[in-house]
């Protein structure tokens, strides 16, 4: 098993680009998460899904969008990119019961 | 106040002491605890996870979960120069429909 896998590991934006981090995890999990973290700070979530077709906001999600077509994918979509979006950004996923989350390696974005 | 709030660091501990990481909760009916560790430039990794009140031990590690005082605790005995990381402390409640809450985190340095 690959477990959560992120494309790409690194990125560099101009203000007002858009992009999609992608996300794919191979081990049937029904829960997904996005989060990014910032230096010195923790995780804040900014959406999440319970299974193909839901989604859900978190903590902080002005500025992106997500979709749930399959189990295995979600992605995150960045709109017009500002500066406050550089950061780190992290997919996980876990069980519903048990709710253990398994990370990806994540996604570096810089936006200038 | 906080949803999770962890001892400020960074810890330093010289190798082969007991490193002990301190966490507190705000919400009482939170339901499921976690340690994640970080190492810099990575993604967070599950180390333990906590359910009931007292002990587990796991290898080198044992968290302690007392819901009545909404402290967990992460020690890390005979600590490795491998242990330097920063470690996460992350809670569940089931108001939260599943969603982790995570703490800022505590960075600790094992000396050699």
């Known amino acids: 098993n690959a477990g959560v896998t992120q494309t790409p590991k690194f990125r560099i934006l101009k203000i007002g680009q858009s992009m999609t981090l992608q996300c794919t995890q191979d081990?049937?999990?029904?829960?997904m998460y996005w989060y990014r973290q910032d230096p010195g700070m923790g995780l804040k979530l900014i959406y999440y899904?319970?299974?193909?077709?839901?989604?859900d906001k978190g903590e902080v999600p002005n500025g992106y969008n997500v979709s749930r077509s399959t189990t295995e994918d979600f992605p995150l979509r960045l709109e017009l990119a500002a500066p406050s979006q550089t950061s780190v950004y992290f997919c996980?996923?876990?069980?519903?019961?048990?709710?253990?989350?398994?990370f990806g390696p994540g996604t570096r974005l810089t936006v200038t | 106040q906080k949803e999770v709030e962890q001892n400020s660091g960074p810890l330093s501990v010289p190798e082969g002491a007991i490193a002990s990481l301190n966490c507190t909760y705000s919400?009482?009916?939170?339901?499921?605890f976690f340690w994640y560790r970080q190492y810099s430039g990575k993604s967070p990794e599950l180390i333990m996870s906590?359910?009931?009140?007292g002990d587990k031990e796991d290898g080198r590690f044992t968290a302690q979960l007392n819901k009545a005082s909404q402290y967990v605790s992460l020690l890390i005995r005979d600590s490795q120069p491998s242990d330097s990381a920063t470690y996460l402390c992350?809670?569940?409640?089931?108001?939260?429909?599943?969603?982790?809450?995570f703490g800022a985190g505590t960075t600790v340095t094992v000396r050699a």
């Open positions: 081990m049937n999990h029904n829960y």
């Open positions: 899904s319970v299974g193909a077709g839901i989604t």
């Open positions: 906590i359910y009931s009140n």
């Open positions: 996980a996923s876990s069980y519903r019961e048990r709710n253990e989350q398994y």
């Open positions: 919400d009482r009916v939170s339901q499921s």
């Open positions: 992350a809670v569940s409640t089931s108001s939260n429909d599943y969603k982790l809450s």
